[in-house]
């Protein structure tokens, strides 16, 4: 067993550097909880702290779970992963292609072809009461040609997008909020019953997660936590911390990020998926399921893969999957060891926050690493790159607000840029990876990964999201 007192005075110094109002944490194995964190407060007065049944929003953790109640149907014969999305949403469609071209794989696994758009932050704008006064609202409702509150307007606008799609289904991945939100509705039509009463009723009852909800609002998740449900804290740019209870509504992104829970709850979920089903001793949730989740099928690699609402990663000789979540007011993280029995999870009430290293502090305890080492899978080679000319220009994104990524080339075949106005110098990782960092303190800025077709990079993955040259 690891030395529980030397995790616990890493991952506050952790809270400490970071200002994190408030954060709750879990491992959890065959035998059950063996370690627990808490540290900080729930509420704007910073009186009441966090406990191992206060419950957070947990975001885009929430993704794995639609997808593994897809993947349940599946193993029940209820669909197939390789079903065209149009049998179960017909006027679902996608410029360029036949309507049968993009399968429910493609939107679990962000290889549709879809680019970064903007419907996820217009319906958080338009449908969350509180925002009204934040620049970011403004701009959203400017742009925004409808509130965004049905699927039907997420389809129209999917169907008659203003950006090129990035590439024949199968062929890119770019994380697509889209993507989950129509899942929802295709589980609703498989399944007979909403989303939200089949998670309960196939993934939240049998795992004994009495303190989990997909609740497309906030109400049902404050009646469930009886009380003990965090506020939402965010720093500003002037580096105050603000707190409110205004949490983000976005009516069709339901699958995509409304479910809450506890780190205790969601650390048994992960458990359940690290023992392919298992629970207690117990088969209850189907093998074959979790197995076409993050299975033999998906790769296994140094280098982050995505499986199905899941990423993959070999570290030290472990399989880790895991994947982070965040809104306003919502930073979180969660993974488990595939096949040892592991479950981990990291919660925390502010909003921008990056939970990696309290995450990989977990993780090489149970691993029996340094509790510091990184899990960077974009490693620096120290040798230049050969063809800068090729990947210099500009780079847009459109979920929300447009995002630049601008790089320049200096006579010495230097390379640097700006994200969004952002500085930074870039360290070559091989292939047509870089890690964009701040040139005073080596501070992360973010990943890239230029696509580079006919001698020039027609795009750059910048975090998980394809931006098309400009």
Request: aromatic fraction near 8%; proline fraction near 6%; charged fraction near 20%.
């Amino acid at each position: 067993m690891f030395d529980k007192q030397a995790l616990s005075a890493y991952l506050s110094a952790w809270v400490k550097k970071k200002n994190l109002a408030g954060v709750s944490a879990c491992i959890m194995n065959e035998s059950g909880p063996v370690y627990t964190f808490n540290r900080g407060f729930r509420d704007a007065a910073l009186c009441v702290p966090v406990d191992t049944d206060t419950m957070f929003g947990i975001a885009s953790m929430s993704k794995s779970m639609t997808s593994l109640c897809l993947c349940i149907l599946e193993a029940e014969g209820r669909l197939r992963l390789e079903d065209p999305v149009s049998r179960y949403i017909p006027q679902f469609r996608v410029p360029g292609q036949p309507k049968e071209a993009v399968t429910l794989f493609h939107l679990m696994n962000h290889t549709s072809g879809i680019p970064p758009m903007e419907p996820l932050e217009w319906s958080i704008a338009l449908n969350t009461p509180g925002r009204d006064e934040s620049k970011w609202a403004q701009a959203m409702r400017r742009t925004a040609p409808n509130p965004m509150a049905t699927i039907e307007q997420i389809l129209d606008y999917i169907a008659n997008c203003p950006y090129p799609m990035l590439g024949a289904p199968g062929e890119i991945m770019s994380y697509s909020n889209e993507g989950y939100a129509i899942l929802s509705y295709v589980v609703d039509k498989a399944a007979g019953m909403p989303l939200e009463q089949f998670m309960q009723e196939r993934v939240f009852t049998p795992l004994g997660m009495t303190r989990t909800i997909l609740d497309n609002g906030i109400d049902a998740a404050r009646a469930l936590s009886g009380g003990n449900i965090t506020s939402l804290f965010e720093i500003g740019e002037d580096g105050e911390r603000t707190c409110d209870d205004d949490w983000s509504i976005l009516p069709p992104f339901r699958g995509c990020a409304m479910v809450k829970s506890t780190a205790r709850d969601m650390a048994v979920y992960y458990r359940a998926l690290s023992l392919y089903g298992q629970h207690e001793g117990r088969q209850v949730i189907p093998r074959a399921a979790v197995e076409r989740l993050i299975g033999s099928a998906h790769p296994v690699s140094p280098l982050n893969v995505m499986c199905l609402g899941l990423n993959k990663r070999e570290k030290a000789g472990h399989v880790i999957c895991e994947h982070s979540g965040g809104l306003h007011g919502v930073s979180t993280k969660g993974g488990l060891l595939l096949g040892e029995g592991y479950g981990f999870s990291v919660l925390c009430n502010q909003g921008d926050e990056d939970m990696d290293e309290l995450m990989w502090g977990m993780y090489n305890a149970v691993m029996g690493l340094p509790l510091e080492e990184s899990h960077m899978w974009f490693i620096p080679t120290g040798e230049p790159f050969s063809a800068p000319h090729m990947i210099r220009g500009r780079y847009i994104g459109h979920e929300g607000e447009p995002s630049v990524v601008t790089i320049h080339c200096g006579e010495d075949d230097q390379l640097t840029g700006e994200r969004d106005g952002k500085p930074f110098v870039m360290r070559y990782c091989g292939g047509g990876r870089f890690l964009a960092v701040k040139e005073d303190d080596g501070a992360l800025i973010c990943r890239l990964e230029f696509l580079i077709r006919d001698g020039r990079a027609w795009g750059v993955r910048c975090g998980t999201r394809v931006f098309e040259r400009d």
